[in-house]
């Protein structure tokens, strides 16, 4: 029994308008549209939904609208589903309507698992081009307008209590460590074989609970940078990036998001086998980034933030100072 991955979230929030605009310009399509709800697609069928803040049918959130209400994972088959059921049946708040079931992780956080709804895309991305490896041959790497994300891959939130909550995925759902901050982080990957995490757990110095971060697939480095571009141009405001994990080594672009804390681009993570030994960091800023580009690269200067826009058809045009 393993969790393949997440099938699909739901956020709370009040300026539905607002959200919608957000992730239509995310690369997210929209399916569905009701008066207090708006259901979005990534490219292979992971849903996102945002619920208004008044809709009944939302669980609570473990902080203040906008956040993140729910988290949906997924299994392949009923059989992985039933042998769930034996597992959750005793957690607090727990739920099953036949189709989905879940309850209540310790940090309050409404979990929910399915047999999955997504489907599988065939994609080209990226051929790059090592010193020891020549791939991309008479051929130019792409070029991306806007980003498609092509799924939710991972979550991130404040914990209260990290170890009561990390026990929960371990023990409950299968998850497995793949690297910590010792009493202060976890990551967390939903199978033995699989990209680095698709839960990350942080315990601030001042504990509290909430939401950090909701993380999409891209398909290359290529796409994380025309997606945060393309997010400047429209207006959308960047926390941090282009950049890169040392800890996942994933290449990543941060936006500030209406429906709640960040949303990420990422592309790239390492992909871990149960050999995976995990290992211990101390957080720090050189950590959780090797470098990275506070405010980002304005979408139509193509420069940082508030940096002087090229002149000139060619920069040697520039006169001598």
């Given amino acids: 029994m393993s969790i393949q991955g997440i099938d699909e979230i739901t956020y709370g929030a009040q300026d539905l308008d607002t959200c919608s605009r957000f992730f239509a310009d995310w690369g997210l399509t929209l399916v569905d ?71 209540t992780d310790p940090n309050g956080l409404a979990v929910r698992v399915q047999v999955t709804r997504k489907r599988p895309v065939a994609l080209t991305s990226a051929v790059t081009n090592t010193w020891s490896e020549r791939r991309r041959i008479n051929q130019r790497a792409p070029a991306y307008d806007r980003a498609t994300p092509v799924e939710v891959g991972h979550v991130v939130f404040f914990v209260t ?50 939401l950090n971060h909701v993380a999409f697939t891209v398909r290359d480095l ?20 282009p950049g890169r994990h040392p800890i996942s080594s994933a290449m990543f672009w941060y936006i500030e998001n209406p429906a709640g804390a960040l949303v990420e681009y990422y592309t790239d993570e390492d992909e871990l086998t149960a050999e995976w030994v995990p290992r211990e960091f101390t957080p720090g800023p ?10 980002g690269i304005d979408g139509h200067t193509r420069r940082q933030v508030n940096a002087e826009a090229p002149s000139g058809r060619f920069m040697t045009d520039k006169p001598k100072s």
């Fill in 33 to 103: 549209e009701a008066p207090q709800r708006r259901v979005f697609e990534c490219l292979n069928g992971c849903r996102v939904v945002v619920a208004h803040s008044d809709a009944a049918d939302v669980p609570p959130g473990v902080e203040a609208d906008p956040t993140l209400r729910e988290v949906v994972w997924s299994v392949g088959t009923t059989a992985e589903l039933d042998a769930l059921r034996t597992r959750l049946q005793d957690q607090p708040g727990y739920v099953d309507d036949g189709e989905r079931i879940g309850c």
């Fill in 161 to 210: 209590d990290l170890a009561a909550t990390a026990g929960f995925y371990e023990e409950r759902l299968g998850f497995v460590m793949s690297d910590r901050y010792p009493g202060r982080g976890a990551f967390m990957r939903c199978a033995p074989e699989g990209g680095h995490h698709d839960l990350f757990l942080l315990q601030p110095p001042e504990p509290r609970k909430g």
């Fill in 222 to 241: 290529h796409e994380v940078v025309g997606g945060g571009l393309h997010m400047s141009r429209q207006g959308w405001k960047t926390e941090l990036g």
């Fill in 286 to 295: 050189t950590v959780f980034a090797e470098w990275a580009i506070k405010g």
